[in-house]
């Protein structure tokens, strides 16, 4: 038997803004993924995000934009008090960033691990960091660290209508979506 997409019947009946969800469709847990600016003077953009494609995240929203050092304070506001918080502001504040959202089960916990310990010189081999970095400064990349604080950090830099829900063509072998 044949079911037919709800996407189908929209168009039938003229609503063709409609969207179709697949039920796979929307991520478990979504996290905020920075390049900083050494990440981006040093032209690792690509290859960061090509690591995290070939791992079978999913990319939802994407601005290659200047962070403010207000934006940066409010990034950072859990630090707010420590030795390190007015460097880390002007630090991610000096240059151009690429922030993005990126999607799926577990994605948090993924995404830390690929990007290793917090700076280059301690970070593991095979990490984003280990690979790419050996400052004890500056750390290439940013990533959420709970389910809370992605939610808030994502707020800070993207509205709802600038995350795109749509499915992932291999998502079914990605993850494992076997019906």
């Known amino acids: 038997m044949r ?16 969207r179709y969800e697949h039920p796979h469709t929307r991520m478990a847990e979504s996290t905020l993924i ?11 953009a690509g290859e960061i995000i090509g690591r995290l494609e070939k ?14 050092e207000e934006l ?6 859990v630090h707010q008090g420590k030795p390190f918080f007015e460097g880390l ?3 991610l504040s000096s240059a151009p960033v690429l922030v993005m959202v990126w999607e799926a089960e577990g994605v948090i916990d993924m995404a830390r691990k690929m990007m290793g310990a917090t700076f280059g010189y301690d970070a593991e081999p095979g990490t984003i960091r280990g690979d ?22 994502i707020k800070l830099f993207f509205r709802p209508d600038e995350i795109i829900d749509y499915r992932l063509a291999d998502a079914d072998w990605l993850y494992g979506k076997n019906d």
Do not use: T, W
């Open 3 to 18: 079911v037919r997409a709800p996407f189908c019947d929209a168009l039938k009946n003229g609503n063709i803004g409609a």
């Open 34 to 44: 920075i390049i900083k600016p050494d990440g981006i003077h040093r032209h690792l």
């Open 55 to 68: 791992k079978g995240l999913k990319l939802a929203a994407a601005k290659f934009m200047q962070v403010s």
């Open 72 to 77: 940066a304070r409010q990034l950072y506001a």
């Open 89 to 91: 502001v002007k630090y």
């Open 132 to 153: 790419f970095g050996c400052s004890k400064g500056y750390n290439l990349i940013h990533g959420s660290d709970s389910p809370e604080s992605a939610e808030q950090e």
